[in-house]
């Protein structure tokens, strides 16, 4: 930035330089023209005075040759004056010839000056005669051959001279024309260059200083909000000089060293830092100079005690750096510091709270686990080796390493549990979930944990039990399976109680009308009482067998499971209640056992049946796909739906959600308000394999 400028400054100097050198120079220049203009003036003077001198010559002459031939004394009366104006021009004439002997012919104006001078002399000799009134003798003297001659050598002598003289001038006016021209071109081009350069260098300079102007008030910005930071941030901030004396310090540093900014600037900073070991009690070595000759940040130990001026001792962590320039020199060094005696305190809490959860475990042997949210790192006891079967080298204390580990299908509940947690500040959590072994098998855990916030109420750690149910879990599910079982044999009897003693009972009633209504022995009015009676009968077979039915499905290991499911809805397409669509896939040829095809019977059973009660559906869809490990079953419907947040679950969908859970399945309903419902259950193969046999032995040992 500043390097550029200089270079405009340099620029626009040298420009200025430049422009006044050829200011000077041009005015040199110019004098020069000057002086040669005045040489030129001069020679025309002379021209002129040459001229004059020839006039007065001629007007000698003609005076001269007037009085030679009149003898009239009146001719020559202006002689003197003739004379004097001649010598006076002929002296500026030689002066002249001195001059400008280089450029005029040197032989010629010698020849003329000769001859002028006889002609003064002559003139002269003329005037002394005529003086002496000898006038016969004066014009005697003027009729001489030299006399009449003299006049015709100058004038001849006069037109070489002048013309000469003429060129001369004309030579040197033009000379000076064409190097004033030429001086003042390049003056002019020179002058235009410079001031079109300087103008392009002011015009950057301009721009620079604007630039630098910007970018002074973005400095000042800067400082103002890195002043604003320093001074909102929580931690202490001291900066020093090379000399160890104090430069800078925060309203955080001033609070936890009770020195204001003004009292401890310039002095030294261990008479108002002033930190020992808290392990040791004794002082720390100089700080600054550990900082300026590492030339690097340096991490202080953390078991420090700050020695506040009126607040007592404070734990602290610090830091230090070097504050550096551009070129790499050590100016001084920052400290930054922060209370963490609080922490501490909650640190040995926690720690003695470990030991006794270690002690606890011991005893229960729960995995007792201890979550830094804002360091996002859990440490557990040694319990989680035994529980999951992992190798302490394999337990990662980063909170990645335990999402990894959770079921795929839990960890979005778990995530919604959590976070309602923390946004409602409860202390106190509990949730279950499946949690992956070393051998890759999940295990079903209890999870309960306490939640600990700070001053803002914000999450800073959490503390928890991992409790492995999975032989709990199992349990439950060989309960819900011998239930399960226990009500299948209790329909199954009543449906045959139902179709063996009532529907015989029935029937026989039935035979018995029939013999009395074929007899005739009875009246008209008997008769149609006997015929309705008949009636009531029928129907009560037909609701009685339907009803056996529902209660005891004709199913065998030989029927498939379309046939079973088409066997189910037959009588809701009779009545037209809605149109039902059902598609089995890859269940042609496949034979699922009788407890599985109960099982997805009852499902589909109890879904048509809230469909009936609640949905206002015209369409439902069934659909049932077997894959390589899981039969996958899937109810729509188009009906008005319900809001999942509002509605609790009903015993019809509990019912299914148990049912999926005993053959280690899982349910999920989706709906919205005027978006029909959606059932999904999907039940793992391995699990359908299991006979009657082997259920029927889970609920004899449950019920034993």
């Known amino acids: 930035m500043f390097t550029k400028k200089r270079i405009l400054l340099s620029a626009l100097l040298l420009s200025l330089i430049v422009l006044c050198s050829v200011v000077y120079w041009f005015a040199m220049q110019n004098k020069w023209l000057i002086a040669d203009y005045h040489k030129q003036n001069e020679m025309s003077v002379e021209q002129d005075k040459f001229e004059e001198m020839f006039l ?20 020559i009366a202006g002689f003197p004056k003739f004379i004097d104006s001649i010598r006076s021009n002929f002296r500026q004439l030689q002066k002249f010839q001195d001059i400008n002997h280089s450029s005029l012919d040197p032989v010629l104006f010698s020849t003329l000056g000769k001859l002028v001078k006889e002609k003064i002399e002559f003139t002269q000799q003329v005037k002394q005669l005529c003086e002496k009134n000898d006038f016969a003798a004066a014009i005697s003297l003027i009729s001489t051959e030299k006399g009449l001659l003299l006049t015709d050598s100058i004038l001849s002598l006069h037109q070489a001279a002048n013309a000469l003289m003429l060129h001369s001038l004309g030579q040197s006016k033009r000379t000076f024309n064409l190097e004033n021209n030429k001086y003042y071109q390049i003056a002019y081009w020179v002058i235009i260059t410079s001031l079109l350069f300087i103008a392009v260098v002011v015009y950057l300079l301009s721009r620079e200083i604007k630039r630098v102007e910007h970018i002074s008030k973005e400095l000042m910005l800067q400082k103002e909000h890195l002043g604003i930071t320093l001074k909102s941030i929580g931690e202490g901030l001291i900066t020093t000089g ?17 020195w204001t900014n003004r009292e401890a600037k310039n002095k030294p900073l261990q008479f108002v830092y002033d930190v020992i070991n808290e392990e040791t009690g004794l002082p720390f070595d100089n700080i600054v100079n550990q900082i300026i000759q590492k030339g690097k940040p340096v991490e202080l130990e953390n078991h420090t005690i700050l020695r506040s001026k009126n607040n007592g001792n404070k734990i602290i962590s610090n830091n230090g750096s070097p504050l550096m320039d551009l070129d790499g020199n050590v100016l001084g060094a920052v400290l930054i510091f922060n209370d963490i005696t609080e922490r501490k305190k909650n640190e040995e809490k926690i720690k003695k709270a470990i030991e006794r959860y270690e002690i606890l475990s011991r005893a229960t042997s729960d995995t007792i686990w201890d979550w830094d949210i804002l360091d996002d790192s859990i440490l557990y006891n040694d319990s ?90 199992e349990h439950e599910r060989h309960v819900a399976i011998a239930i399960t079982e226990a009500q299948e044999k209790e329909r199954r009897e009543l449906g045959m109680e139902l179709h063996d003693n009532v529907n015989q009972l029935l029937g026989a009633s039935l035979l018995y009308m029939g013999v009395a209504i074929k007899s005739g022995n009875v009246g008209k009015e008997e008769n149609q009482l006997l015929k309705n009676c008949v009636d009531y009968i029928n129907e009560a077979i037909n609701e009685l067998r339907n009803l056996s039915h529902r209660l005891t499905p004709y199913i065998k290991e030989e029927i498939s499971l379309k046939n079973i499911i088409e066997i189910l809805i037959e009588p809701i397409q009779k009545a ?12 042609e040829n496949d034979v ?24 206002q559906a015209s369409k439902v869809k069934i659909l049932v796909r077997l894959t390589k490990k899981l039969i996958k079953l899937h109810v729509t419907d188009n009906g008005k739906g319900f809001d999942m947040l509002t509605s609790k679950d009903g015993i019809g969908l509990e019912n299914i959600k148990r049912r999926a859970e005993m053959f280690s399945g899982k349910c999920k309903l989706k709906s919205s308000p005027g978006n029909g419902c959606e059932l999904m259950v999907e039940l793992p193969l391995k699990t359908v394999s299991l006979k009657s046999a082997e259920k029927m032995r889970l609920a004899a040992n449950v019920s034993s």
């Open 56 to 75: 007065n010559i001629q007007s000698a002459e003609s005076a001269v040759r007037g009085f030679a031939g009149s003898g009239n004394p009146r001719f």
């Open 242 to 258: 090379n000399d160890g004396k104090i430069i800078y310090m925060n309203p955080a540093a001033e609070l936890l060293t009770g």
């Open 384 to 473: 989680i080796t035994h529980m999951f079967g992992y190798k302490k080298a394999e337990i990662e204390n980063g909170a990645t390493w335990w999402k990894n580990n959770l079921h795929p299908d839990d960890y979005e509940n778990i995530s919604v549990v959590l976070e309602d947690a923390f946004k409602n500040g409860s202390q106190t959590i509990h949730f279950e979930y499946r949690y992956r072994c070393a051998d890759h098998a999940y295990k079903n855990i209890l999870d309960r944990a306490f939640i600990v916030y700070d001053a803002a109420g914000v999450p800073i750690r959490m503390i928890g039990a991992m409790q492995d149910i999975t032989k709990e879990k």
């Open 576 to 587: 037209k209640l809605f149109e039902i669509t059902l598609q089995v896939d890859a269940f």
């Open 592 to 615: 699922v056992d009788s407890d599985m095809q109960t099982n997805l019977y009852r499902i589909v059973q109890e879904q048509l049946t809230n469909i009936l009660k609640h949905a």
